[in-house]
């Protein structure tokens, strides 16, 4: 009794130790880069407006050729999202989920990549609940991934003529949050799509897994050092070398400790040094010595609209009569930068990622009718239903159950590739792929180099003429050489 209360005391003060270390190191390093006190000019403020009032103003188009629209949840709540189309079509629907700390408009430099299939295809790229213009959640757990395979339901049914032709088919590409939902969505609501994009996140799951594999053998090795420490000294040593890996990932994600941390702390972090920690992450995204980063641009596309903003209309509802407008709690983050970055962060506490997830009646019977209709006979277009196919048995737990591609920048800053890549094969199922971008980071959809490669991939298979390729790697390998092919299913 009292050794397991000691034991998880023990383990609850490290843990926050470990996050208030990280929260002092952060400051730090905001001060030495100088960020710290930097104050804006009144040249940035306007500029802000300006960057706001593009991409949040909701009479306008925020990019080229897009307009802002709303869906309505059944639990109420508004997910708000960008789209070139505002009707039915036969076209294929390609559905964007971004990541911490972006919003929709994080795809703003992807979508102007020309092999983006902009003309013939319905683009949505949507605004994770308490992101950007997107309506807060009083959690953020699996009643995200509830909400996110309504939306995507609702975007087949809205933008997919019910006569289009049986070929017209949805992909769903996710970059960060998006992408460790997004893994979530094609093991447990494979349905929802024909396939998966997944770009730079961890699949939890597997990445958990590896964990556990990695303490098993480093205890294992440690119990023969301690039965005879003498004799098998040198087990010291090779049991501290298993567990590298994985102290590795720990000092990797330290952030994620700094987001456990009370609300106090979370909530400075966001702020502190005008706002020196979303900037750091914007500076990341674009590399050393790029041309197209723009702070006030880059701040605007994180922080979602200003008060200003809120007060505007889109100039048709989605019903076709009244306009839409942001909800109340989009002004409220409008008001509270820390309130913003507090939602933000939920992900990282509430459980989005691993809690187990019990889905809605309602959900289960569109889930279901899904199912049904693309095991219809004469859907021979359609992805045959994917949950009664053998080849998609649930080999491993949290395996993926539809065509999975998996393109990943290799010099991540956050997740390693012993921890997050390596074995991530096994929970790939058949027409899967994982292609290593060498030189490239987190940021896949932003960095020019690595973003013309993801957009060359979607294009080879969102296009309307697209034809089945041998593999995915060898048409990135035409925009980005050195692109490597590690597994194919
Ligand atoms: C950031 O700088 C601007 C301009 O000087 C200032 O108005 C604002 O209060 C600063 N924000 C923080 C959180 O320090
Ligand atoms: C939004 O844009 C419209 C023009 O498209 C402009 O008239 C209006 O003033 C803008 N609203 C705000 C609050 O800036
Ligand atoms: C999210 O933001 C709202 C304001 O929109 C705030 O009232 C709420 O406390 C925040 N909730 C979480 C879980 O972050």
Known sequence: MASSFFRKALKSVSFYAFGLFNWFLFLGLFVR??????????????????????????????FPGFRHFFYTLRNGLQLHYVSNRHGPSSDNLIVF???????????RHLMQEPAIPSNEATIVCVDLPGYGGSDSFKKYDTEVL???????????????????????????????????????????APCI????????????????????R???SASKIFKQFKHSPRRNFGCLSKSL????????????????????????????????GNY?????????????????????????????????ECKTSTLLGTDGKDADTYGPSVLERAKSPKQAFWNMTGYYRDGAAWRPWTKSLELLADLYSLEEAASQPNSLGRRRSSVSNPLFADLVKGSVKAPTYVIWGEQEQACSRAMCLDGLGDYLGKDSEITILPRSGHWTPVAP??????????????????TPMPTMTSEVQKVYPDAALVVKK
């Not at 989920?97 to 795809?107: K, R, V």
């Open 33 to 62: 880069s100088g960020t710290f006190f930097k104050k804006d000019s009144e040249q940035d403020k306007l500029q802000y407006a300006i960057a706001r009032d593009r991409f949040w103003n909701l009479s306008k188009a925020p």
């Open 146 to 188: 509830e909400a996110l395979a309504e939306f995507v339901i609702a975007m087949r049914e809205k933008y997919i003529s019910a006569d289009a032709p049986d070929s017209a088919r949805t992909f769903i590409v996710g970059h960060d949050w998006g992408c460790a939902l997004g893994f979530r969505l094609a093991s447990e």
């Open 241 to 272: 070398n298993t567990l590298r890996p994985l102290l590795r990932q720990t000092l990797l994600m330290g952030y994620i400790f700094v987001f456990n941390l009370p609300p106090i702390f979370v909530k400075y972090m966001g702020v502190a």
């Open 97 to 107: 989920l971004h990541g911490f700390p972006d919003s929709s408009m994080m795809w």
């Open 449 to 466: 180099e690595s973003r013309l490669a993801l957009a060359t991939a979607i294009g080879s298979y969102a296009a309307k003429d697209a």
């Open 214 to 216: 990695l303490l098993n």
């Open 193 to 212: 799509a024909d396939r998966f994009t997944m770009t730079n996140a961890p699949h939890v799951e597997h990445a958990l897994a590896n964990k556990d």
């Open 276 to 308: 020196s920690f979303v900037r750091g992450a914007h500076r990341l995204a674009y590399g050393r010595g790029s041309t197209e980063y723009r702070v006030q641009e880059s701040m605007a596309a994180s922080f979602g609209p200003g008060p200003e």
